[in-house]
């Protein structure tokens, strides 16, 4: 798992993601597109993945 590991490879990911469990947890930078994010999570499902989360933050107002 490459837990808290900024990685740039999307084939790496999918090579590395939580295969145990089945979950591939993302958190994209602020600048990453929303359908960038959808075609990684389906490239991830494609792979293997069971479930895939996409981690946010919530900024403050």
Same mark, same amino acid.
């Given at each position: 798992?490459?837990?808290?590991?900024?990685?740039?490879?999307?084939?790496?990911?999918?090579?590395?993601?939580?295969?145990? /469990?089945? /979950?591939?947890?993302?958190?994209?930078?602020?600048? /990453? %597109?929303?359908?960038?994010?959808?075609?990684?999570?389906?490239?991830?499902?494609?792979?293997? %993945?069971?479930?895939?989360?996409?981690?946010?933050?919530?900024? %403050?107002?």
């Amino acid at each position: 798992m490459n837990q808290g590991v900024v990685v740039e490879d999307l084939a790496e990911f999918l090579d590395q993601f939580e295969r145990e /469990t089945g /979950t591939a947890r993302l958190m994209p930078d602020q600048d /990453t %597109a929303a359908l960038r994010m959808i075609e990684v999570a389906r490239k991830l499902r494609q792979n293997g %993945a069971q479930r895939v989360v996409i981690l946010t933050q919530k900024v %403050a107002q």
